[in-house]
């Protein structure tokens, strides 16, 4: 049961990894936050699989307190979904990761419905901004599962949408660990997801 009412939090943050499903987290990535305010602002993907993401500053203002993400995902034109997110940025050796976390009100209506057994996961990306370009990319819990280091990292698998997903359940001093070692590793990541900044008219 519990393993059921995982998987939808982990469904609901699977089409952040476009045509495939990233690796979600059970433990969060962020240990300290760090700021950009150049990615507040609307973002989209192109088509079939078109991501939409309006970020906006943290209600405080300051560095620590989770950016707002409002989310909707059309494929080929149709509505998949639509989330809202709290985003956080943190650098673990040089390189910037994105971690994702359902927001309160979305955490508290599955609690509404499901009570404790609702277990919420984070979705952390790697991601690179270049001015208007933002480019993010998903963890591959399956090459985690074959690669040398299995065993060092906690992981295990979910059903979700008739499928199962890998879930990194390790805690987050060895996230960081694992991302500190192999963030720069391609093949540990899936193919990158490239938002596009969405100008206003009459703007440039």
């Not at 993907?45 to 620590?64: D, K, V, Y």
């Not at 040089?94 to 057994?117: H, I, N, Q």
């Not at 979700?160 to 093949?187: Q, S, W, Y």
Request: net charge negative.
């Amino acid at each position: 049961m519990i393993q059921r009412l995982l998987g939808i939090t982990v469904a609901a943050l699977c089409a952040l990894g476009g045509a495939g499903c990233g690796s979600p987290f059970l433990h969060p990535a962020a240990s300290a936050s760090t700021s950009d305010p150049g990615l507040i602002g609307e973002w989209a993907t192109a088509e079939p699989m078109e991501i939409r993401a309006s970020i906006a500053p943290p209600l405080s203002g300051s560095t620590g307190t989770a950016y707002a993400v409002a989310l909707t995902v059309h494929e080929h034109g149709e509505f998949k979904t639509a989330l809202n997110l709290d985003l956080m940025l943190t650098e673990i050796n040089g390189d910037r990761y994105m971690d994702l976390f359902l927001s309160r009100p979305e955490r508290d209506k599955l609690v509404g419905a499901y009570g404790f057994l609702v277990v919420p996961v984070h979705q952390v990306m790697k991601a690179v901004r270049d001015g208007d370009t933002l480019k993010v990319w998903s963890f591959r819990g399956d090459w985690l599962e074959n690669h040398t280091t299995r065993g060092l990292f906690a992981h295990d698998r979910v059903t979700v949408g008739g499928g199962e997903v890998p879930l990194v359940t390790a805690p987050m001093e060895r996230i960081r660990e694992l991302l500190a070692r192999h963030g720069g590793d391609p093949a540990a990541f899936g193919d990158p997801i490239v938002l596009q900044r969405v100008h206003a008219a009459g703007s440039k």
